[in-house]
């Protein structure tokens, strides 16, 4: 109502004229809203952009911070305690391995998984491929930094590494594996292992594999709060939930390289505000997930250069306590695996830009990424044949049943809801989904003892395929979460681990794969490709199969440069 | 006065005991445990493992001793360290706090700034085009989510003007202008949002002191407005007001985790939810209980301003 000031008089406007005016104006906004076309930014058929980008011919310069906005923070530094991405961003680059895969600048392209020397010049197996010998490069040095101040790194340095790996910590499956360690010079280790395995150079080359100090260890009695190695960049800060600087390395065992004077990572854990980094300038390069994201980037910063992921393995898909029913017989396995339509969800969620969903890297059983049909008669999108198989398992009016999961990214609930609507409509399967909390999430998973489903994941890391297969899905493997118990996979995967023959380990790989697919051991989901935008003047940053430079490929960075 | 303080504190002491059996109960119950975390990323979590590291931190103990433990660290302020990170809570802290403070200061500045002359002028010119105004500008702080905001604000600076504040805290020491330009833009955002309510606040009280009979005679005697308004009207509006400031103050020290996290400032929000999520029981309650004792604090002082603002007010 219009007051009457002191003054005495009236003024101003009254509520109903102030609502009539507010509405239309509301109205007007709407309509014009509206009548924009709203554009969406879908993919269609191949990406506009490049998949590789090879190593730059031009002589790489010296100097400049490449920077970067990371999701990830590492809760401690300790490589025995965790294996987590966060730590690994540069702990590759603080550390080496004895053995590593080829860089970007080495690499033919982007499905490149030869191995190279890292702090071994060379290796050798013996014919049964139980004793590796490994020949150490002279005259690298560990970090100038107390307490190693320095000094040489020998053989018995990387004997305390691994025994100590082998006693304590998340990597103790695979190293003890190692039944002794040999040092008979300061330059040769000689590695014992329980079974033969030829794979044993591959799995030294893993990204988590970084040899850490003794001196440290010992004075720390952990190696949480600090981290030293003989990498090309030194650790100089580390603030949680700020940023870890990391400076060249004036000593590092690969004259002229880094070409980098320093990498600064700045944790940023929202997703809008690493990418707003990244068009303000204060981030060189960002990861996406979709198509759109980019196109949005590129508004703003049309110069970006952007390499189109392309992933050669999911990490993630249904998991079923497949030693109980319903799940223990394949004909229920098979039928939801008919009964999910993987397409869309790569055309819905990932705007056509992802992978319909494998677990072992394509090429180390075949050229190019797998075709729908290659996946077999289980794995096409056949809702009524499904119905059928149910049926004959015995469900034909379906069933109920449970499924939890960990919001790792917002497009993994889309994918959940997807599954469920078409579980139910398809099969008459309900499925209650529980969202939980990471903590709950993960202990609940990794014990094992659940019931129902679960959308589960296989480790990051990995990119061996000893990793991929026998680790994740012998059935005695401690990191078979999927619970997958074949005897004909328990065999072929302890069988190809003792194949040197290249030809023969495709094939036993791709008998590894049918077998999979035809028994649904794993219900793979579809994963998006994803996009790495760079600034135009980043060079040799392009990501490599299961190595991508802003995660576990990180010491990809030593030969990064900046053009500018 | 002293005597009101002293019984204050001592019914403090009740309620932050009950505080403190609330938290630890609570993150007992919650599902999951740190250690899994900690220590099974590959699967590899053998019991004897698990046993043996669940011994070394007490968690093995009886609830009750981890309990009576627990509370004798803090009476002897060594709440010990981190499950997570295994680095001292009081280091963790000694980071987070300044951050949280100086955050929460400048927000509750801001809003303040915005809210006051806001919520006087929408009542001293009662639904005229500027009130109205204001109302619009209050609603839209309370109801516009913080996440939204903040993204919204983050996303067009990067978009329009190709600048963000810098990523990567700094402190006020360190670099008072970097740190000026890391923490205006989301204390605006937060004293936006605090702004709304205590607007409302000012403009709802302002307008019933201006009907007092003492401030009509203040008129009648031909006194400026502005003297009416501030001198007169206002300290006896605020009362209400001191009270609103003081809940909100309280809710900023305990961390506002939306804007830290969108803004990447490590400050006590940030602290206690990853702490939450992780299951680390020494953190969550140590930060809950210094939460606990500042908000026992807070009101005691908002108390206290009472008597200030209006001599009718006495303590005894």
Redesign the interface.
């Known amino acids: 109502m219009p007051t009457q000031d002191p003054k005495g008089t009236y003024s101003g406007v009254s509520r109903r004229q102030f609502l009539r005016r507010a509405g239309g104006t509301a109205v007007g906004l709407g309509a014009l809203a509206l009548s924009r076309p709203i554009s969406k930014a879908a993919a269609q058929g191949a990406s506009p952009y490049t998949e590789w980008i090879p190593a730059n011919t031009k002589a790489p310069k010296r100097g400049g911070t490449l920077t970067r906005a990371s999701a990830w923070d590492p809760p401690m530094l300790d490589p025995r305690l965790t294996q987590s991405v966060g730590l690994y961003q540069f702990a590759g680059l603080t550390s080496n391995r004895l053995v590593r895969y080829a860089f970007p600048d080495e690499a033919s392209g982007a499905g490149d998984m030869s191995l190279k020397g890292d702090l071994a010049e060379s290796w050798s197996a013996s014919p049964d491929n139980r004793v590796w010998t490994f020949k150490l490069r002279q005259g690298v040095k560990w970090q100038n930094v107390a307490p190693l101040n320095g000094r040489e790194l020998t053989s018995a340095d990387i004997k305390y590494c691994f025994e100590a790996y082998a006693k304590e910590g998340v990597q103790t499956f695979n190293f003890k594996e190692i039944e002794g360690i040999e040092t008979p010079d300061k330059y040769t280790v000689r590695l014992h292992m329980q079974t033969p395995n030829v794979f044993v150079a591959h799995a030294l080359a893993e990204p988590i594999s970084i040899v850490f100090s003794r001196e440290v260890l010992e004075e720390d009695g952990d190696l949480k709060k600090r981290l030293i190695g003989t990498g090309p960049f030194v650790l100089k800060e580390h603030t949680r939930k700020v940023r870890a600087v990391l400076r060249r390395n004036p000593d590092y065992w690969d004259k002229g390289r880094p070409y980098l004077d320093e990498y600064i990572i700045l944790m940023t854990p929202d997703d809008a505000t690493r990418k707003a980094a990244f068009r303000a300038g204060q981030a060189d390069f960002v990861w996406m997930a979709s198509p759109s994201e980019v196109e949005a980037i590129r508004k703003t910063n049309p110069s970006a250069s952007v390499q189109a992921y392309h992933n050669s393995a999911v990490f993630f898909g249904l998991a079923m306590s497949q030693d109980k029913p319903p799940f223990n017989d394949v004909r229920v396995r098979r039928a939801l695996s008919m009964a999910i339509d993987r397409q869309k969800q790569v055309d819905t969620v990932f705007e056509g830009h992802g992978i319909l969903g494998w677990g072992v890297p394509y090429m180390y059983f075949q050229e190019k990424p797998l075709t729908a049909a290659q996946f077999g008669p289980w794995w096409q999108y056949k809702p009524a044949e499904a119905k059928k198989l149910l049926a004959e398992a015995g469900h034909p009016n379906g069933f109920s049943t449970t499924l939890f999961y960990y919001e790792y990214w917002p497009q993994m609930t889309s994918q959940v809801q997807l599954v469920q609507a078409e579980l139910k409509k398809n099969l008459n399967i309900d499925v209650k989904i529980t969202k939980l909390d990471y903590t709950t999430y993960y202990g609940r998973y990794v014990e094992s003892k659940w019931e129902g489903l679960c959308w589960g994941f296989q480790s990051g890391h990995a990119v061996g395929l000893d990793e991929r297969t026998y680790q994740y899905m012998h059935s005695k493997s401690t990191k078979n979460f999927f619970r997958v118990n074949d005897p004909q996979i328990d065999e072929l995967t302890t069988k190809l681990r003792q194949t040197p023959d290249p030809k023969e380990q495709r094939a036993i790989t791709k008998r590894i794969v049918d077998r999979e697919f035809d028994q649904v051991a794993r219900l793979w989901m579809p994963y998006d490709n994803g996009f790495i935008v760079a600034q135009p003047f980043v060079r040799n940053h392009a990501s490599i199969a299961l190595r991508r430079t802003d995660g576990y490929g990180s010491p990809h960075i030593a030969r990064v440069w900046l053009d500018k | 006065m002293y005597k009101y303080v002293l019984r204050r504190m001592f019914l403090a002491v009740p309620v932050l005991l009950l505080s403190s059996l609330i938290v630890f109960g609570l993150m007992r119950v919650?599902?999951?445990?740190?250690l899994?975390?900690?220590?099974?990323?590959?699967?590899?979590?053998s019991e004897k493992?698990l046993a043996k590291v669940r011994k070394e931190l007490r968690l093995d103990l009886p609830y009750y001793q981890q309990y009576g433990l627990w509370l004798w660290q803090m009476m002897s302020l060594r709440p010990g360290d981190s499950l997570?990170?295994?680095?001292p809570i009081t280091v963790s802290l000694r980071?987070a706090i300044p951050v949280t403070l100086e955050l929460a200061a400048l927000a509750m500045v801001l809003g303040l700034v915005i809210a006051i002359p806001i919520g006087v002028l929408s009542a001293?010119?009662?639904?005229?085009?500027s009130?109205?105004a204001g109302r619009?500008v209050a609603v839209s702080g309370l109801s516009f989510p913080d996440f939204w905001l903040g993204?919204l604000v983050?996303?067009f600076?990067?978009?329009w003007f190709?600048?963000?504040p810098?990523?990567?805290?700094t402190s006020l020491w360190d670099s008072p202008w970097r740190n000026l330009q890391q923490f205006l833009l989301p204390a605006a955002v937060l004293g936006f949002r605090l702004s709304a309510a205590t607007m409302r606040m000012t403009r709802s009280t302002v307008l019933e002191v201006l009907r007092e009979d003492y401030v009509r005679t203040a008129?009648a005697k031909g006194l400026a407005?502005r003297i009416v308004v501030y001198k007169h009207a206002l300290k006896n509006a605020l009362i209400p007001v001191v009270t609103v400031i003081g809940g909100q103050l309280g809710v900023l020290l305990a961390g506002a985790v939306v804007i830290e996290?969108?803004?990447?400032l490590?400050g006590m929000g940030?602290?206690t939810v990853e702490a939450i999520?992780?299951?680390d029981y020494p953190v969550v309650q140590t930060n809950v209980m210094l939460v606990a004792a500042t908000l026992v604090t807070l009101n005691l002082l908002v108390d206290l301003t009472y008597a200030w603002l209006d001599p009718r007010i006495r303590y005894s």
């Open positions: 919650m599902p999951g445990d740190a899994t975390v900690l220590m099974g990323e590959s699967g590899n979590i493992e997570l990170t295994g680095e980071k001293t010119r009662q639904d005229t085009a009130d109205y619009v993204t983050i996303t600076a990067a978009i190709h600048w963000i810098p990523i990567g805290y008129w407005g996290t969108i803004f990447a490590p940030r602290l999520l992780y299951r």
